[in-house]
């Protein structure tokens, strides 16, 4: 068992996400109804999309808690202040979002590589200027128009909107392994002096999985605004924490080096099939929150005692 987890770190995360999935079937036989997947995938995409957003930077050795407000910071921009404003058509909105939330995850990149604040610090102070920003463009949940992005909850014929926002982010990152970026990537966390000894630019490298973090919050902030179809700025701080605790639990190592997509994925489907199964027992919200906060703490031991002695890069 040790022998597999530290040969594919997402495993654990798998495992648990398939008994998690037997239980709410077991509560719930309709859960999986192909008349309820569509509406399913959309509540699962802002999980995986925040927990996306946060892997580059831990496994560039960095971290970013950051990710999870600029999401819901998006929600808001686009809900708020675009589609009013004029400007909520798929061409024009899209590219803005992106642009801003690429942008946002550049500079929380800038002022740990090149102003040197220690990754924390600078996520923890961008997570409460995006939490403010938020609340200054939506302090009040304002109700989306009719708009394209409702079908992103729904279904484009036999395809959920939902896989498209989630395999788009699959899909670049797919690409990038095809490029020496990832290897970079997970070299500089494995050991930024070996990196550099080897002709790594640490500085652009870790800086670009800031910014790739941010662009993946940018499409979690559209697969937020196509569920709640509101600006919900109340929601910063639940997010803040869910993406770093997917990374987690799929077997990204707080170090560096090892991780990836896949194992984030099953570590989000954790967390969501986890919210579901209590939900549907009836249990308080408050409790719910409690039980994310022991799921972090259990990924962040099993890492530390069973995927660290053997810090091989894993791409998956």
Not at 56 to 83: K, M, R
Request: charge should be positive.
């Amino acid at each position: 068992m040790v022998r597999l987890l530290r040969r594919h770190s997402w495993a654990f995360a798998c495992a648990l996400a398939i008994v998690l999935l037997i239980v709410n079937l077991a509560v719930s036989p309709s859960f999986l109804a192909p008349d309820r997947l569509p509406a399913t995938l959309a509540t699962l995409a802002p999980f995986v999309l925040v927990g996306f957003a946060s892997t580059p930077a831990i496994l560039s050795g960095g971290i970013d808690i950051s990710v999870g407000p600029l999401a819901t910071f998006i929600n808001c921009l686009f809900v708020a202040v675009l589609l009013p404003a004029g400007l909520g058509d798929w061409f024009t909105a899209i590219p803005l979002l992106l642009v801003a939330s690429a942008g946002i995850g550049t500079a929380t990149g800038l002022l740990v590589t090149v102003v040197r604040l220690h990754p924390v610090v600078a996520s923890t102070g961008m997570l409460f200027v995006l939490i403010g920003l938020s609340i200054t463009i939506s302090k009040n949940p304002v109700s989306a128009p009719a708009n394209w992005s409702t079908g992103l909850a729904g279904a484009y014929g036999w395809l959920p909107g939902a896989a498209l926002t989630i395999g788009i982010v699959a899909l670049a990152w797919f690409l990038l392994r095809r490029t020496a970026f990832v290897s970079n990537l997970l070299a500089t966390g494995e050991s930024d002096v070996s990196a550099y000894g080897a002709g790594v630019n640490i500085t652009l490298v870790r800086t670009l999985a800031y910014t790739l973090g941010g662009l993946f919050a940018g499409v979690g902030g559209v697969a937020l605004s196509a569920l709640l179809q509101s600006s919900q700025s109340s929601l910063a701080s639940t997010y803040a924490l869910l993406g770093l605790a997917a990374a987690v639990l799929g077997g990204t190592a707080l170090g560096g080096g090892k991780g990836g997509l896949l194992g984030t994925f099953f570590g989000a489907l954790v967390l969501y099939l986890l919210q579901q199964l209590l939900t549907a027992t009836g249990v308080q919200p408050s409790l719910v929150q409690f039980t994310f906060g022991l799921v972090l703490v259990t990924g962040v031991i099993l890492g530390a005692t069973l995927l660290s002695p053997r810090r091989t890069g894993s791409m998956a």
